[in-house]
């Protein structure tokens, strides 16, 4: 049986629902500074933490800098972020490189986080906020300088399509930064369902059914780095810190919220160990 009959494909309204209502307890597991994959192993440079959620937050910061420091867009220039989580890396963005942000999420809390964050930011002024789905872009052709998408495309019903609204609404020979997760080896049907179902996404693919589709759409590859040690550490720390702060959780969210993840974070946790790729692309959209 191939993982793709595992599960159904969420709907954008699911995704968003599975943010409004967990999204909370998420943060608690994954980090509040962003809704993404932390670089948990820096190149080279180590920071004192003094607890694991520090740990959490310092990876998911190091994370923005460095996809920063790889998408580089130039001032001025407008950018698309789908997927824009809690908004913190869409306002760094804007502050370190001076370019304008559009912020885009279906989740409704996320977005007023986001409005929150953008109020009392120096960028403020430079960045913007809206409900929006990746799938149906809300912008006309070739209305962004760049586009870039921080652990959105994972939860697409339909990949090949968020791809082809990124490739309209980018100017010729524009990039697109996005980062994937993708399948290694073959996982049980338990593990599978407990990633999906936890992420609120469809299925994994290997990277090869990644590298087909933005072939098919039209993208260029402008460059590929795997930081699956990454995304293999972010499950490790999240499965530890969900049993560390199990009480925590149950006084806070109550024990509905232990009911829904208790059975899914042992077998989660094996699949990202064994089974989760995580890659960063840099695409671009052809300049003729």
């Not at 930064?177 to 469809?202: D, H, I, K, V």
């Not at 290997?206 to 098919?216: H, K, Q, R, V």
């Not at 109550?254 to 990202?272: V, Y």
Request: net charge negative; aromatic share 6%.
């Amino acid at each position: 049986m191939t993982p793709e009959v595992h599960g159904t494909a969420p709907t954008p309204d699911e995704v968003g629902a599975m943010y409004d209502q967990y999204g909370d307890l998420l943060a608690n597991l994954l980090g509040s500074s962003a809704v993404h994959i932390g670089m948990y192993v820096p190149h080279g440079t180590r920071a004192s933490v003094t607890t694991l959620v520090d740990l959490a937050d310092v990876a998911q910061d190091r994370q923005t800098e460095h996809l920063i420091d790889t998408f580089d867009p130039a001032r001025g220039t407008r950018v698309l972020d789908i997927g824009c989580g809690t908004g913190a890396p869409a306002l760094r963005l804007a502050e370190r490189t001076g370019c304008r942000v559009t912020g885009i999420t279906v989740s409704r809390t996320q977005l007023a986080r986001c409005q929150e964050r953008q109020a009392v930011h120096p960028a403020a002024d430079r960045v913007e906020f809206a409900y929006g789905n990746a799938m149906a872009l809300e912008y006309a052709d070739a209305s962004f300088d760049a586009v870039w998408s921080i652990d959105c495309v994972p939860h697409l019903s339909d990949r090949a399509l968020g791809l082809r609204e990124a490739l309209r609404v980018l100017k010729p020979g524009g990039r697109f930064l996005l980062t994937e997760f993708t399948l290694r080896g073959t996982p049980t049907e338990a593990e599978m369902s407990a990633y999906t179902t936890l992420w609120a996404c469809p299925p994994l693919r290997p990277f090869a059914a990644l590298i087909g589709e933005i072939d098919e759409v039209g993208f260029e590859v402008e460059r590929v780095q795997d930081m699956t040690t990454n995304a293999v550490l972010c499950g490790e720390l999240m499965g530890v810190l969900y049993q560390d702060r199990r009480e925590e959780i149950e006084q806070r969210f109550g024990k509905e919220a232990l009911t829904h993840t208790d059975p899914l974070i042992g077998p989660f946790r094996s699949f990202t160990r064994r089974h989760t790729g995580y890659h960063v692309l840099v695409l671009r959209k052809p300049a003729g």
